[in-house]
């Protein structure tokens, strides 16, 4: 599959008002809501994080672009062929998604997965309602989503190098079980990873997901704002080895982890040369929870 970029994420809520104020006055985000959808605005497009009513608390779905009608076909075919059962979307589906089509699809682990193409959006200029001065998205995508894989790492991981990723990194983690493996992945655009594999039993199937703002006094404003509005922290500040982000981590309404970070490499993937460590940071991200 040629994946664009990380296109949009899903996620569940019983409601959406604790999601309105974490995202408005912690995250810094714009909020629309059209159908009881609440949709998290960060860039020029119609919505970035859609967190669905109803629903428990949770990731439902990772949304990947590719580019053409010709690309989302290709994708569809080649996942048919591989035995992958195929979910196809209606019309009601690809207006709250705010796309032309798009299906569904589990991976190996039961994770939800969408391909999608051609964003609808009007454009309308990101103004944070709290002053964050700007979301790194373009050419780049939404962000990163991690993933668990610890019923069958080996599978799992091997799925996803088939059908559209490249292997940018591998870290090995020190559990009180022995080491478990995190795999970082890359679609087609230079942001160091769009998805990550990790060998670690995490209730809700979500380890994290990171948003990527424009400066460092972006990430410090935020790291006030979670102690003001008394949201969890999950991991302190530190500064990542392979992708060189500076970020923090705090729990969400929905359950798993953000990453709201800055500083994130630029990747030539030509000459990028695959490697292993054994430590994720620099520095910091001491893990709290």
Request: hydrophobic share 40%.
């Amino acid at each position: 599959m040629n994946i664009s970029e990380l296109g949009y994420l899903l996620v569940g809520a019983p409601d959406v008002e604790e999601w309105r104020h974490y995202a408005e006055r912690v995250l810094g985000t714009m909020t629309a809501e059209s159908d009881g959808v609440l949709y998290l605005k960060i860039d020029p497009r119609a919505f970035r994080i859609a967190v669905l009513p109803g629903h428990e608390n949770g990731l439902i779905a990772s949304g990947w672009l590719v580019s053409t009608p010709v690309d989302f076909a290709a994708a569809r075919q080649e996942l048919v062929d591989a035995g992958v059962d195929i979910t196809d979307g209606d019309a009601g589906g690809a207006h709250l998604r705010h796309v032309q089509a798009y299906f569904s699809f589990r991976d190996p682990e039961g994770h939800q997965h969408e391909v999608a193409w051609g964003p609808i959006s009007d454009f309308r200029s990101f103004t944070s309602p709290i002053g964050v001065s700007g979301f790194i998205t373009e050419g780049l995508g939404l962000g990163h989503v991690v993933l668990t894989a610890a019923n069958d790492f080996t599978t799992e991981a091997a799925f996803w190098l088939r059908h559209g990723f490249g292997l940018s990194d591998i870290l090995n983690v020190p559990t009180p079980a022995g080491n478990a493996q995190v795999h970082f992945f890359h679609c087609r655009n230079p942001r160091q990873h769009s998805l990550a594999l990790g060998e670690l039993p995490i209730p809700g199937g979500c380890i994290h997901m990171m948003l990527e703002v424009a400066t460092l006094d972006d990430v410090g404003r935020c790291l006030d704002r979670v102690e003001e509005h008394g949201v969890k922290l999950a991991a302190t500040l530190g500064r990542h080895v392979n992708d060189n982000m500076t970020s923090f981590y705090m729990l969400t309404p929905g359950g798993f982890a953000l990453e709201y970070g800055t500083g994130g490499k630029i990747m030539d993937w030509e000459e990028n040369v695959v490697f292993e460590t054994t430590r994720g940071s620099d520095w910091g991200h001491k893990f709290l929870s």
